[in-house]
């Protein structure tokens, strides 16, 4: 079975500073690769999708990420932090029809 | 892509009562799913809502606890049956469109048993 690994619960970066959030899978056949973001009392919002093709994905609100196969992971950034960038940010991996999260990691932006 | 509309959007609900969720899409899609995200946890599958059949439950989840409709390609509900404080959590609908294969969510239903 699939399992995603979020490296750090919680992420704290100063606004205009780089965000990197971290993400390995466990497959060994390239999955769809997911990152969704949950804003405060929100529900999961599709930021960014991985298939197939070009490896560098880009998403919305300048976010993106990249597969990597080699070290099986799919990291998100963001060149330049936003206040409105402080959210819970999962990440998922396909398996069949269903998809599997990670545990989430919460982006705090500090002024 | 597909929106998806889900309500009751919040709810208090009386230990031991029932409360149905309703889930609409506004596109066919192939596939509808119901999601648990408990208090500062991640997602957790509940089950996969089939069209005209029984729902495919996952380990931990059992139809008498949540039941599942799918009358059609477009709308599901997911009862929480006589509900205690552990069932306080977000159920969220979501579904899976052809085009690569991605699922998307509702806003969530945010339910409180007290």
């Known amino acids: 079975a699939q399992s995603v690994t979020q490296l750090g619960s919680h992420v704290s970066v100063s606004e205009g500073a780089l965000v990197l959030l971290r993400c390995n899978y466990s497959s060994s056949v390239p999955p769809y690769l997911f990152w969704y973001v949950q804003y405060p009392n929100q529900g999961l919002q599709l930021l960014l999708k991985?298939?197939?093709?070009?490896?560098l994905v880009k998403g919305i609100n300048g976010f993106e990420a990249e597969f990597k196969k080699s070290e099986t992971s799919f990291h998100l950034t963001k060149p330049s932090a936003h206040m409105s960038d402080a959210a819970e940010y999962f990440c998922?991996?396909?398996?069949?029809?269903?998809?599997?999260f990670g545990k989430g990691t919460r982006l705090h932006i500090l002024p | 892509s597909a929106v998806i509309s889900q309500k009751p959007s919040r709810d208090i609900c009386q230990r031991g009562t029932s409360l149905t969720i309703q889930c609409q899409v506004d596109?066919?899609?192939?596939?509808m799913f119901w999601y648990r995200q408990q208090p500062g946890q991640s997602l957790t599958l509940i089950a996969t809502?089939?069209?005209?059949?029984?729902?495919?439950?996952e380990s931990g989840f059992v139809i008498d606890k949540f039941p599942i409709s799918r009358p059609n390609l477009t709308f599901s509900t997911l009862t929480v049956s006589n509900m205690s404080p552990e069932d306080s959590s977000i159920y969220l609908c979501?579904?899976?469109?052809?085009?690569?294969?991605?699922?998307?969510f509702g806003e969530g239903s945010w339910l409180t048993v007290v």
């Open positions: 991985y298939t197939t093709g070009a490896t």
């Open positions: 979501s579904a899976l469109t052809g085009a690569g294969n991605t699922i998307y």
């Open positions: 809502a089939n069209q005209g059949s029984e729902a495919t439950y």
């Open positions: 596109s066919q899609v192939t596939m």
């Open positions: 998922a991996v396909s398996e069949g029809d269903k998809i599997i």
